[in-house]
C-alpha cells in the first residue's frame, strides 16, 4: 500500500502560480504512472497531468503550457507546478499512483487539496 499526501494548495490570483506536491509514503520508483485529477463543484473529476516512471508526460488540453508535472524519485513526490492559473483551474486537487494505467479507479489517490484562483 502506498498513501499519498497532496500540499501546497490555497489561493492564487489570476495570472499567478501555485505548485502542488504529493508525498507518498514509500518509494515510487517502482510505480509505473503517477498523475494529478481535478474536481470544480458540480462537475466530474478530470484528469489534468500524467508522468511515467519513465518521464512521459501527459497534459489535458486545458492546461498545456501552463503546468508542468514532474516526479522526484528520491524524494518520493510527485509536483505539479501551475501557472498562468485561470478562474477555471479552481478545484480540488488529486494526485493518483497506478501500475498500469491512471483511471478514475486507480489504486491509490490522495485526499485532496483546495486550488482556488480569484482576485
Known amino acids: 500500500q502506498v498513501q499519498l499526501v497532496e500540499s501546497g494548495g490555497g489561493l492564487a490570483q489570476p495570472g499567478g502560480s501555485l505548485r502542488l506536491s504529493c508525498a507518498a509514503s514509500?518509494?515510487?520508483?517502482?510505480?509505473?504512472?503517477m498523475g494529478w485529477y481535478r474536481q470544480a463543484p458540480g462537475k466530474q473529476r478530470e484528469l489534468v497531468a500524467t508522468v511515467t516512471s519513465g518521464g512521459t508526460t501527459y497534459y489535458a488540453e486545458p492546461v498545456k503550457g501552463r503546468f508542468t508535472i514532474s516526479r522526484d524519485n528520491a524524494k518520493n513526490t510527485m509536483y505539479l507546478q501551475m501557472s498562468s492559473l485561470k478562474p477555471e483551474d479552481t478545484a480540488v486537487y488529486y494526485c493518483?499512483?497506478?501500475?498500469?494505467?491512471?483511471?478514475?479507479?486507480?489504486?491509490?489517490w490522495g485526499q485532496g487539496t483546495q486550488v482556488t484562483v480569484s482576485s
Open positions: 493518483a499512483a497506478d501500475s498500469v494505467a491512471l483511471t478514475p479507479n486507480s489504486d491509490y
Open positions: 514509500k518509494s515510487i520508483f517502482s510505480i509505473y504512472v
